[in-house]
């Protein structure tokens, strides 16, 4: 395992802001500076912590909790399901189109742009789930990294659900200290490409990450006017309404569009791929489909939408079953994970 | 209350390898992409013995070796050769001479061949530890007893976790020097389009 300078720069500047800020007090004690700092469950790949949280837990006695402990384990489970079954046998697919991207049409694109936004989702989220379940176990709570963005419905409330301790750190060190959305509207919209272009740029030295920056801040300022959605979509209702469910569609559209950029190895093959996408050919049947995997995608999207006011998909998810049948359901999930896993990979984000 | 935790974890756990488990594997026994049993300490032997036990009633015409006389001999020019359809490529990875000899006599016993060919390098005459563990193979192709029998008699955990994806991955990657998708007569050819070379190799 190695450190995610990313993470750990990030963390360490937030502590050294606050501090300046006055919002937290220094910290005099070492260990728990330097544990805070390398706190290994999430050193790899985050979530980004903040002081103002992590810190103080320190410094408390911890005592054990078994429901903590027991909620841990399950999140962990959770989170290998996500990248071993899901973003695992996603990258395959997603790999295969993307790397032979000039042999095939534009509908055979959108299915390996599909599966690309799948993998990095499952990925990255599953592993914040496993770091944060490995925290929970050890008595420390981390914050919730994503929030089930898939059912955004527009892209003002995606960037909320995405990468939350990134967003969040951005907005409180670089939007707000620009202006926020104070001033007029094009210091609100210049401050909006400021943060996406430095956030694209963190993600490697690429034209790509700066365009996929750019892309996502055009969407952000051409959707200012969404409204806020502070809430769940269909909140206490078992299927959205088709206005939701119009707008969820759509938003992912976007991000799936989005997310080209982010896989393509050079702006060059990005603009191969979109010529593709944007033909006559985007009208063919896939040359790719592999249907394998559409059931555990079908399983998988149903317990992360039953499970979307929750913290992790299935935190809730039957607590109030018979033991047995609660068991029988990890179980299902765990032969899941050994059968059905895909094919080893790296997590994606152990590289920023 | 951490010792009811530890209790609790090693008992679903416990539940999961001794019955949950193996029960799933035996109810889809037939359908599940196992590993091969693990009938020699290689798993190429392995696959192979498995290919042969499955697929090959009769053999004809024997082809014997290495990978050389698995990746590099094309099954249906040998067959159309010999006009027979009873051609059989009983090559592993880097087995010797000496244990071919050994594996021939056995395959000599079942099969009674009209013809063997023997496609070798250097390489096959040197002296290699194999534990082949050769006393099973005979009743396995002759399929005395049943598949599952044979994975229960040499079942071995850590043989089952390192080989359930590599199993995998040796029948479906074509552009891998360990591709074990064998034709219909046991010859594993490498793709090679999109192969890359090794060059150490």
């Given at each position: 395992?190695?450190?995610n300078?990313?993470v ?33 469950p999430q050193?790899v790949a985050g979530p980004i912590e ?21 909620d841990g384990?399950r999140q962990i489970l959770w989170g290998l399901f996500k990248k071993i079954v899901i973003a695992n046998n996603c990258a395959?697919?997603a ?19 599909f599966f690309f936004t799948i993998q990095i989702y499952c990925d990255f989220s599953g592993y914040s789930d496993i770091a944060i379940g490995a925290a929970r ?5 981390l914050m919730q990294n994503f929030a089930f963005p898939f059912f955004s419905?527009?892209?003002?409330e995606f960037w909320r659900r995405w990468h939350i301790s990134l967003s969040t ?34 993600h ?28 769940t ?19 992912f559209?976007?991000t799936v569009?989005?997310f080209?950029?982010f ?33 555990l995608l079908?399983l998988f999207a149903g317990i992360e939408w039953i499970g979307r006011t929750h913290q992790y998909g299935i935190e809730?998810l ?15 999930i765990?032969?899941?994970i050994?059968?059905?896993?895909g094919?080893?990979e790296e997590f994606i984000y152990f590289?920023f | ?201």
């Open positions: 395992m190695w450190v300078c990313g750990y720069t990030f963390q360490t500047l937030s502590y050294t802001v606050d501090l300046y800020m006055r919002k937290i007090v220094a910290s005099k004690d070492f260990i728990s500076f330097a544990s805070f700092v390398s706190f290994f050193l903040r002081a103002s949280n992590l810190l103080p837990q320190f410094h408390v006695k911890r005592t054990f909790n078994y429901h903590a402990s027991v384990l395959e697919w790999n295969i189109i993307f790397n032979n991207s000039e042999l095939y049409n534009g509908s055979t694109l959108i299915v390996g742009a176990l050890l008595g420390f709570n419905r527009n892209i003002v750190w951005f907005r409180d060190y670089v939007y707000f200290p620009l202006g926020g959305s104070y001033g007029t509207k094009t210091r609100k919209i210049t401050n909006v490409f400021i943060v996406f272009l430095i956030s694209g740029l963190w490697g030295a690429n034209w790509t990450f700066i365009a996929w920056g750019a892309l996502n801040a055009l969407f952000l300022v051409l959707t200012f006017k969404s409204s806020f959605n502070s809430k979509v269909a909140e206490g209702r078992l299927f959205p309404g088709i206005r939701d469910l119009i707008n969820i569609s759509f938003t559209s976007l569009l989005a080209i950029l896989r393509s190895e050079s702006i060059h093959h990005t603009y191969s791929i979109f010529s593709e996408i944007f033909s006559a050919s985007v009208f063919s049947l896939p040359e790719v489909l592999p249907k394998n995997i559409f059931p079908a809730k039957g607590l109030n079953w018979n033991p047995m049948v609660r068991n029988g359901f990890y179980y299902l765990i032969i899941l050994i059968w059905f896993g094919k080893e590289q | 209350m951490i010792k009811e935790f530890i209790k609790r974890v090693i008992k679903f756990f416990g539940y999961f390898c001794l019955i949950v488990f193996p029960s799933w594997v035996l109810i889809n026994y037939n359908k599940i992409d196992l590993p091969a049993p693990n009938l020699s300490n290689s798993y190429s032997v392995n696959e192979k013995l498995l290919f042969i036990r499955k697929n090959i009633d009769s053999a004809e015409v024997l082809a014997v070796g290495s990978s050389m006389t698995l990746n590099n001999l094309h099954s249906q020019t040998i067959a159309d050769y010999y006009q027979t359809s009873h051609f059989l490529n009983t090559a592993v990875w880097g087995l010797v001479i000496s244990s071919n000899y050994e594996y021939i006599k056995i395959l000599d016993d079942i099969y009674h061949p009209k013809d063997i060919i023997i496609y070798l390098n250097l390489s096959d005459f040197v002296e290699r530890d194999h534990n082949l563990r050769m006393e099973q193979w005979k009743a396995y192709l002759t399929k005395k007893g049943s598949g599952l029998q044979y994975h229960l008699t040499t079942f071995n955990f850590p043989y089952y976790i390192k080989n359930s994806k590599y199993a995998k991955h040796v029948r479906t990657d074509k552009n891998s020097y360990e591709y074990l998708g064998y034709d219909q007569f046991g010859g594993a050819n490498i793709d090679s389009a999109g192969f890359i070379r090794n060059e150490n190799r």
